[in-house]
């Protein structure tokens, strides 16, 4: 009998206050950053392989594919290795996991190289969906694995509010932010998460280790409007002069807030209140010809983001 075909959602997130620190020894930033993953979401399906290792091993995998040992991963979209092909590969290796080959395919929705962590919850949710897989739901190997696969990779583990500090390893939950909605602006172009850390440093953008952990005692305390600051947003918009116009439609759109998301180009408006929600859906439709893709999101809880059972239908169950 083949092994059941499991689904899980890999949620977009979003940075609601990002403060940049100095750099450590190990040449990564200090930072200080609310994390809020949204309902704009990845979609991951893990099935057997059809053909099992045999098939796996065929040479002439297009673009889109990738092996990740004998577990194959496609991914439209996303050129190159992918980190959910690594989180596969690593998860077998550490938990002596040794089930069949799988088919991990990734339905892209969450824009590439957009400051809203798209392979860090691609990553994330894949650990999910294989210890699900190997029989160990929720298993604490995750968590081990999370943090060295990337520093974003830690907060998508169990999607929910958080505060992350460090270079992004320490991960706190917080209460949810109070009751909003966000229209998600994506950029036709991308921007590399180090470039833009590069480019904070080259205009001496940073702030000192007492204002960080201040900052860590603000947000901790609960988010309040004047901690909706990004500090990469700067640096992204002196590489992406396309940001700044994307800022202003947010506005004109009604947001309470406009900002970059985390190393950008996305661009977020954010309304307050429950209320927020027509608001962002109808600035969604008329700037979508403008910002293809432009969206509404609302903030999801881990319950969105649980591994799920394929059923003969196609729908879903939570296990
Ligand atoms: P960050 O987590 O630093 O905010 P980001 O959201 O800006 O990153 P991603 O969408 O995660 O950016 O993509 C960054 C790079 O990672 C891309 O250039 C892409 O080639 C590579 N990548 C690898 N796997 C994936 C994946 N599953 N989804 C998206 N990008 C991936």
Redesign the pocket.
């Known amino acids: 009998m083949s092994e059941p075909t499991l689904r899980a959602l890999a949620p977009g997130k979003t940075n609601l206050g990002l403060f940049l620190g100095p750099t450590r020894a190990d040449g990564l930033h200090e930072l200080v950053t609310l994390i809020e993953p949204l309902s704009l979401a990845d979609e991951l399906t893990l099935e057997e392989l059809p053909g099992g290792a045999l098939s796996a091993a065929a040479p002439g995998l297009d673009d889109a594919a990738c092996a990740g040992g004998a577990d194959e991963v496609v ?1 439209a979209g ?7 092909a690594t989180a596969l590969e690593r998860y077998r290796a550490a938990s002596g996991w040794d089930g069949p080959p799988r088919r991990l395919t ?1 339905v ?1 929705r ?1 824009p ?9 919850g ?1 990553a994330a949710a894949a650990l999910r969906l294989a210890a699900h897989a190997a029989g160990r739901p929720g298993d604490p190997l995750i968590a081990q694995l999370a943090p060295r696969l ?1 520093a ?1 990779v830690p907060s998508q583990v169990a999607p929910a509010p958080v505060l992350v500090h460090g270079a992004g390893e320490h991960v706190e939950p917080v209460l949810p932010p109070p009751a909003h909605w966000l229209l998600v602006l994506p950029s036709r172009e ?4 180090p470039e833009v850390f590069r480019e904070a440093d080259r205009l001496g953008i940073g702030r000192t280790a007492q204002e960080l952990l201040e900052l860590r005692e603000r947000l901790r305390e609960g988010l309040l409007p004047e901690l909706l600051v990004n500090d990469l947003e700067p640096a992204a918009r002196s590489l992406c002069p396309a940001i700044a116009p994307a800022l202003e439609a947010a506005r004109a759109a009604g947001a309470d807030h406009a900002f970059v998301s ?2 950008g180009p996305t661009v977020i408006g954010l309304f307050w209140g429950e209320q927020g929600e027509r608001a962002a859906r109808t600035g969604a439709e008329r700037l979508r010809e403008r910002f293809p893709g432009a969206v509404a999101a609302r903030p999801v809880a881990p319950d969105f983001a649980a591994v799920g059972v394929v059923r003969d239908n196609g729908a879903a169950h939570e296990q």
Not at 112 to 120: K, L, Q, T, Y
């Open positions: 991914c996303v050129e190159g290795p992918n980190l959910a990734i892209k969450v590439v190289a957009a400051g809203m962590g798209g392979g860090s691609d990337g974003d991308r921007l590399s998460t985390g190393s």
